[in-house]
């Protein structure tokens, strides 16, 4: 509520609240950048590595810019703050700004068709892909529309497209059913990327549609989208962000002597020994940090059903691999190149063996635009367990199985290999721990309002509760 301030006597009990914020991503900016705004001035922000942005990490690659994590602005439209905020600052390109691309519907998926290479260096017909992709797009609609309708808790969406697939498949021409069934676990495998998930059978059904789709084709930031964070971190004085404090616990309903004469309600404790006193504390750790960390991070513990929110919303791990060749292999009106890997079916569980087919899960690659200021650059997106076991490859490994794999679906063993690569690995990350959260199986949307209600439940307690 912009019209409160810190003078405000129904939000001053101390003149100037402690406001220790956890995390120095978009969220933990964001929060500290309003609260400024407002007047508040006693604000720390703790952050554990050595950099702003969180999974916002754009870095310099081949001749341009490539994002590490967050890559699209989805659902580009005046109802999301993110484009209201990159557009306030100038940072899009005027085709996002283009009011027919705002109010098109992209589905939160790449909106083009790809091209299919096979994994013994065939194609498949555009006609043929373009049968199972409405067919797959069609399944996901009808698994969006379970929301409020009947279906078990137990219910997924993979579970859903299965029965789907089975069900349609015997009405398919003989000779189809194997590509098919390979286009479709393609297809499923380019999902668990866009729900961060290692499978779809661990996403639940019932809330699937809960997510509100934007109008807007998605777009992306020229001057990448850690311009986005920058800007919103440049108000902020000097010394308010605190890089590599990593915060350890969370004393967060006691009484703590501050310096001066007041008494504070919280205690932050970093990991290296200092600590902060506040009257009030936003955590913005990754759900994935949570998941490993909650039981110690917070003293007292969260009460039960923020500790089973926790427990029970998914996080998974969707990891980027980024190559760049000296020439494109690919048409230039291709943006996206899907690999069909003959033998691969949604009907047949992927073998456990992730050291020889971990590969086979990467499905999907994006082209990277514009090829005049990157080069030419494919970004890979591999999810789940496979995405996980990758990150513990080396440099050269991964080298060489993408030599292999651009080798063999382009049937050409003469391809010269990538100039470079660059992978993500946001698993390994100790204080990430994944990519994004989803709603899984026994869990619902209520979890994600649980954990982003303030504590202590005290109605008295909550003022700063109405700042937003
Ligand atoms: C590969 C990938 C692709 C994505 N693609 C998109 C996309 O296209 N579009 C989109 O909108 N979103 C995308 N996302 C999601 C988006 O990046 C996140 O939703 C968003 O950046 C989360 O911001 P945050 O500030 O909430 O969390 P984070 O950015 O994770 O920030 C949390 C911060 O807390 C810090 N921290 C954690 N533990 C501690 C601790 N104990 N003490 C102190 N600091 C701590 C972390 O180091 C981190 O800096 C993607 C994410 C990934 C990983």
């Given at each position: 509520d912009s019209s409160l301030h810190p003078g405000d006597p129904q939000l001053m009990a101390p003149p100037s609240p402690a406001v220790v914020i956890v995390g120095a991503g978009i969220s933990g900016l964001a929060a500290a950048e309003k609260l400024h705004k407002h007047g508040f001035q006693n604000i720390k922000i703790l952050e554990a590595t050595g950099r702003t942005g969180g999974r916002i990490y754009t870095q310099k690659y081949a001749k341009g810019l490539v994002e590490i994590g967050a890559q699209w602005i989805h659902g580009p439209s005046p109802d999301n703050p993110i484009f209201q905020l990159a557009s306030q600052f100038g940072l899009l390109s005027p085709d996002a700004l283009l009011e027919e691309n705002q109010k098109a519907y992209g589905n939160n998926h790449p909106s083009d068709m790809p091209v299919v290479y096979t994994s013994s260096g065939g194609n498949i017909s555009a006609a043929a892909l373009a049968d199972i992709m409405g067919l797959f797009i069609t399944w996901l609609e009808q698994a969006r529309n379970f929301t409020n309708s009947?279906?078990?808790?137990?219910?997924s969406v993979g579970s859903f497209i299965l029965q789907q697939i089975v069900n349609s498949s015997q009405e398919w021409d003989k000779e189809l059913v194997d590509t098919n069934m390979a286009l479709l676990r393609g297809l499923l495998n380019m999902e668990c990327c866009v729900s961060g998930t290692h499978s779809m059978d661990y996403v639940a059904l019932c809330p699937f549609g809960e997510y509100t789709m934007l109008a807007g084709i998605d777009c992306t930031f020229p001057t990448g989208f850690e311009s986005l964070v920058n800007r919103i971190k440049a108000p902020l004085p000097s010394g308010m962000v605190v890089l590599n404090k990593a915060v350890k616990r969370i004393d967060w309903n006691g009484s703590f002597q501050g310096n001066d004469s007041h008494v504070y309600p919280v205690e932050v404790q970093c990991e290296d020994g200092d600590s902060f006193v506040a009257d009030h504390v936003i955590v913005t750790v990754p759900l994935g940090f949570l998941k490993k960390q909650s039981a110690d991070f917070f003293s007292p513990e969260l009460p039960t059903s923020k500790m089973q929110a926790i427990k029970n919303l998914g996080f998974g791990t969707n990891n980027k691999i980024l190559v760049e060749f000296e020439k494109p292999f690919w048409d230039p009106n291709t943006t996206l190149i899907q690999v069909l890997w003959e033998g691969d079916s949604p009907l047949i569980e992927p073998k456990e063996d992730l050291k020889q087919n971990w590969i086979r899960k990467l499905s999907i690659f994006v082209v990277l635009e514009p090829p005049a200021q990157l080069g030419h650059v494919l970004c890979g997106f591999i999810a789940g367990k496979e995405a996980e076991f990758m990150e513990t490859l080396t440099y050269e490994e991964i080298l060489s199985s993408m030599t292999d794999l651009f080798r063999r679906i382009t049937g050409n063993p003469e391809l010269p290999p990538p100039v470079s690569i660059l992978r993500s690995q946001w698993y390994s990350q100790p204080y990430t721990g994944g990519s994004y959260s989803y709603v899984a199986v026994g869990s619902s949307g209520d979890d994600l309002d649980n954990l982003a209600e303030p504590l202590p439940t005290d109605k008295e307690a909550l003022k700063v509760k109405y700042m937003f």
């Open positions: 009947r279906c078990g808790p137990e219910d």
